[in-house]
């Protein structure tokens, strides 16, 4: 059973779309269930998201944690944005059910892919950011929710 933030989002989802010339993009997948995210960063000189936006092709929950995530990264810091993780995503929506956890985590690696490619594009390094992985079934056995 979805919580009802989760249907909110799903129904009413936040930030849908693309941005014209985005400061970094990040497009993440996972094979098993076909699920892909692709979020869109604009990034002001002082290292501050002014916007950002997102288009999913996947599960009522996919599109749930892509719309949340957005709302939790829009305005922060490039740092602060790094600190947003599945389980961040997953309370900010009152939980997932176990079977679409997988979700959330396809949300915060759409974030890490979005600012890997605004670091590549700037010639930063933002500390603590790791290459993403282009497909999340390759690290959720390896994650603990």
């Given at each position: 059973m979805y919580s009802e933030k989760v249907m909110d989002h799903f129904n009413?989802?936040?930030?849908?779309?693309e941005l014209d010339?985005?400061?970094?993009?990040?497009?993440?997948?996972?094979a098993k269930c076909g699920d892909i995210m692709r979020m869109y960063l604009d990034i002001?000189?002082?290292?501050?998201?002014?916007?950002v936006k997102f288009k999913t092709f996947g599960c009522g929950a996919a599109v749930a944690t892509s719309s949340?995530?957005?709302?939790l990264v829009k305005g922060k810091t490039v740092e602060e944005a790094l600190t947003v993780t599945n389980k961040a995503v997953m309370e900010a929506l009152d939980g997932?059910?176990?079977v679409k956890v997988h979700c959330?985590?396809?949300?915060e690696e759409a974030i890490h892919a979005a600012l890997w490619d605004y670091a590549q594009k700037n010639n930063l390094v933002i500390e603590g950011l790791k290459e993403?992985?282009?497909d999340i079934s390759?690290?959720?056995e390896e994650e603990e929710y």
């Open positions: 009413n989802p936040r930030n849908v779309g010339n985005p400061s970094g993009v990040g497009t993440v997948g996972n002001d000189e002082k290292g501050v998201i002014r916007d949340m995530a957005t709302e997932l059910p176990p959330s985590l396809l949300a993403p992985v282009e390759e690290i959720e």
